[in-house]
């Protein structure tokens, strides 16, 4: 079995993964553009963590960054 095959076979579960994670970046990004407060850290430090540290990225931005609206 080589890789094209092993992908194939995981892709049904992979798929919804890719999309939960494509839909918690964009909406923890448009929150971090449009919101001057945060808890911790600034708007510069929360854009590179959502955008790079993967789903664990916009859950944590949720949890202990998003600041009183």
Same mark, same amino acid.
């Given at each position: 079995?080589?890789? /094209? !095959?092993? &992908?194939?076979?995981?892709? #049904?579960? =992979? $798929?919804? =993964? *890719? *999309? &939960?994670?494509?839909? &918690? +970046? %964009?909406? +923890? &990004?448009?929150? /971090? ?10 708007? *510069?430090?929360? /854009? %590179?963590?959502?955008?790079? /540290?993967? %789903? $664990?990225? #916009? ?9 009183? !609206?």
């Amino acid at each position: 079995m080589n890789n /094209v !095959d092993l &992908l194939i076979e995981y892709l #049904p579960f =992979l $798929i919804p =993964l *890719i *999309i &939960l994670e494509v839909v &918690l +970046a %964009i909406t +923890a &990004l448009i929150h /971090v553009l449009k919101h001057p407060n945060y808890r911790f850290g600034n708007k *510069i430090m929360w /854009v %590179i963590i959502v955008l790079f /540290v993967q %789903i $664990i990225g #916009p859950v944590l931005y949720f949890t202990i960054g998003r600041g009183d !609206d």
